[in-house]
């Protein structure tokens, strides 16, 4: 609770207020339905919806304030509502940020913020960087795909997007740590969410770039309006960490970026900071010589795959330049975390293997299948799903980089979102050089998927589930129907037995 004069709050960029210049808040809210006495409203245009049409309702329900951008609207309503302030301002979102970081006393501030960007990766290297940092003693909160972590638990918050929270959710989050006594947050931070301002007032302690390679064309549009979303981050950061590997961003980034930097490479002749060579990677974890400074360290995490290794040197590229000292970081990786449902792997009672990774371009269903293919296993099963709120000229990708890499391909359903299941499948099937094999399987929910690549799974087999099953829930029409990949795993073995 807080009373707010919102003619003197910064970077609003504030326009006009019809009625009262200020008003006791309890509550920041971008949703009606979730309106409650005290409230603040902000009426964002979204993809399918004008939050001005949903003004009314705010104020019955209680909103004290509406925060918009079409002046005459709000001018009509403040007649009808002389309590309520109606705040016209030039850009809604980033009013919505820069009132939620006043809201909150900028906590932001308080904590040293890591945010992590890339096509592929992020939720990987945001888990890194929380389980590194809580193991060099800086408590940290994460803050992605796999939900809102402090540093001791998972905390039960519904989030409003997929991976990066809107403003008002994301400073709440942020307060929340800062009351649970930490003093970082490790943070996925997408391009929809640069592009829609969810970050803006933000200035990252360190900032992380992973890799670039073709999604969110559904929005974006071009690969070029993705990029520039993606480097926005390094515009706000005080330091960054680059891998120089990729060729489709890192030099954009060395360019831009002129602050305090590291890069990082798995090419041990190559010019970057940090580099790994004499790779090693079996079930158990992974073990590499890293080399920092023109010394080389053995080094031993338990994490699996190759593009693991390059994610671990980015974590520990973002505990440098937050001050930490190599042996310090080196000796902490022995104990380091992985995040829930990547390279999960769940050892099935008929000696198979199940191994969740929800990788969901075709880049990454490319490296995870190279690593998983260097386990032990009599034949390889792998589900691959179409994502119908994502770009369907990716779907045929996924199928043809799968074709003839396992014994058998079940093609499933992802988030159809307002789509029908079977256009998904058909869009995902046109992939594939031979449709019709009989090694290739279609299921029209993931639900149904799951239980295939089950029903086919042999002893010693290898069952790759993988996709964007995110938030333990399906989207469909609209609504987050539950879903556990897990729960659906252990109901199938204990029925099998």
Known sequence: ???????????????????????????????????????????????????????????????????????????????????CSFIVVKDVRKSMAYLAKYYYNDVNEKLKTIGVTGTNGKTTVSAYVRSLLNLLGMPAGLIGTTGIWNSSNKLRYKKSTPTTPEAVDLHHIFDEFDKAGDVAASMEVSSIALDQKRVEGILFDVAIHTNFSEEHLEYHHTLE????????????????????????MGEDILALFKGPRLTYSLNENSRADLTARQLSVAEDGSRFYLKYLGKEYPVYAPVYGTYNIANVLSAVGAALLLGYQINQILNALTYLQSPEGRFQVIQAPNHSKVILDYAHTPVALSRLVEEVKKLHHHRLIVMIAGIGIRDFRKMPKMASIIEGKADEIIVTVDHPGYHDPQLIIDQVMSGFSNPESPSIHTALTREEGVRKALILGQPDDIILLTSGCINNSQIIKGKEVPHSDEQIIQEHYLQSS
């Open 1 to 83: 609770m807080k009373n707010i004069p919102f003619h003197q709050i910064n970077d609003v960029e504030l326009e006009h207020v019809f009625g009262p210049e200020e008003q006791f808040v309890t509550g920041l809210v971008f949703h009606s339905k979730y309106v409650s006495k005290g409230s603040i409203f902000f009426s964002i245009k979204g993809e399918n919806e004008d939050g001005h049409r949903f003004i009314e309702e705010a104020v019955q329900n209680g909103a004290v304030a509406v925060v918009g951008d079409n002046e005459a609207h709000l001018h009509t309503l403040s007649l009808c509502y002389p309590l």
């Open 225 to 248: 309006n993705y990029k520039a979303c993606k480097l926005k981050l390094f515009e706000q950061a005080k330091s960054a960490v680059i891998n120089i590997d990729d060729d489709g």
